[in-house]
């Protein structure tokens, strides 16, 4: 149950000197940063960490926020996928990001409460995405662009692993005590 999990302050959120505030969330919630470094990433980390599994799931998002916006369109949900996540890797890379692991009791889905959901203009007030954004995904793919939404975190534990694996190599990671692993931990 004590988890780590991977978090990425996209470029938007560097470039906006978002990342001390953002980082203190993490802190105030108790999460123990166990890795940290500013990182620019190229196309073969961009698309090892956006894989092109994500092309029908995105593609299909695009869809129906395009079905709902009354667009006309001749795009398959292919190439409206192939689009985006194109788009995603590009805005990856397109200036430095602070890279991360936390650690903590359940980290992973913690984390991913304090980020909030992935278009900010449906993120709840209080989570990271919904109190420092406003934009929209399906105003982003009209165009064409990946959402700026300031921050990465890993989607599940069967996620974590292997993205933490990709950003961070092992002697990057460290381990230390913090008051968090007398009070919520109990060790
Ligand atoms: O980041 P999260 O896990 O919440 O969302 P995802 O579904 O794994 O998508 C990865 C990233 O693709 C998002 O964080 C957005 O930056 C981008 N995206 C987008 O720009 N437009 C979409 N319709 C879907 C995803
Ligand atoms: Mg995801």
Request: positive net charge; proline residues 4%; hydrophobic residues 40%.
């Amino acid at each position: 149950m004590i988890e780590r999990t991977l978090v990425l302050i996209k470029p938007d959120g560097v470039q906006r000197g978002l990342v001390g505030r953002i980082l203190s969330r993490f802190e105030d919630a108790g999460l123990k940063v166990v890795g940290m470094k500013l990182v620019l990433a190229d196309e073969n980390i961009a698309k090892k960490h956006y894989k092109d599994d994500l092309i029908p799931i995105v593609g299909g998002k695009t869809k129906k926020d395009w079905d709902a916006a009354g667009m006309k369109y001749s795009e398959t949900v292919e190439e409206l996928g192939v689009m985006i996540v194109n788009g995603t890797r590009k805005f990856l890379m397109s200036g430095p990001v602070v890279a991360m692991v936390l650690e903590g009791l359940h980290a992973v889905e913690i984390v991913r409460k304090i980020v909030g959901t992935t278009g900010p203009k449906d993120s709840p007030p209080g989570t990271i995405r919904g109190d420092f954004a406003h934009s929209s995904l399906g105003y982003a793919s009209i165009k064409k662009k990946g959402a700026a939404n300031l921050i990465h975190a890993s989607g599940n534990v069967r996620e974590a692993g292997p993205e933490i694996e990709l950003w961070f190599k092992k002697d990057e990671l460290h381990s230390y005590k913090t008051v968090h692993d007398l009070h919520t931990i109990y060790g």
